[in-house]
């Protein structure tokens, strides 16, 4: 009898984790878990631009709900989605470069960097290209960038995954602007 209680508490616990744990995918701004705002991630590769996605035509992938403007487009991402979604999650690419998880949802902007989607939103002054001007102009530019996102994805991927909500990375020197 001690084992059914031990089995049954270990599976609530089990649960309440699940629950409060959150995808590793950009769905800021949606309610519904509407990946990287609705936009059609195989747009940016096959028309080199931003094209939001009907909701008629959607996939489910890594716990959020995809858009796509065409079924040729979901077609394509069914199969081979890891060659069109974003890079690390969809979240802004200049925030996971320095440590975080922007809380903003995309807007559009974005970047291809050897054949890898890299996702931007909408700037503090207001601009929609001004994120994207900052990750060619700030930090080392791409390339350094990139490789900084890919060294802290990972922790903050288990961060969201674990359900913590913490935008900072705490392996990150507070200082690792000035020392690029």
């Given amino acids: 009898m001690k084992w059914i209680r031990v089995f049954i508490a270990a599976s609530l616990l089990f649960v309440a984790q699940v629950s409060f744990a959150e995808v590793a995918i950009n769905t800021q701004g949606s309610d519904q878990g509407i990946a990287i705002s609705g936009f059609d991630t195989v747009a940016f590769f096959t028309e080199n631009r931003a094209v939001k996605g009907n ?13 796509f403007a065409s079924q040729d487009h979901l077609n394509l991402f069914k199969a081979d989605p890891e060659k069109y979604a974003p890079q690390w999650g969809g979240f802004c690419a200049v925030g996971v470069s320095e440590g975080r998880i922007s809380k903003k949802a995309v807007n559009g902007e974005f970047d291809i960097q050897n054949g890898k989607l890299y996702l931007f939103p909408v700037h503090k002054t207001g601009t929609h290209d001004g994120v994207k001007k900052d990750w060619y ?15 802290y ?15 900072w990375n705490p392996d990150k020197p507070q200082n690792a602007q000035t020392q690029k």
């Fill in 55 to 67: 909701p008629e035509i959607a996939a489910e992938w890594k716990g959020a709900k995809w858009l």
């Fill in 137 to 151: 102009a700030l930090g080392g530019g791409p390339a350094t960038r990139i490789a900084d996102g890919d060294t």
């Fill in 153 to 167: 994805w990972p922790s903050l991927k288990a961060t969201r995954e674990d359900g913590r909500r913490s935008s």
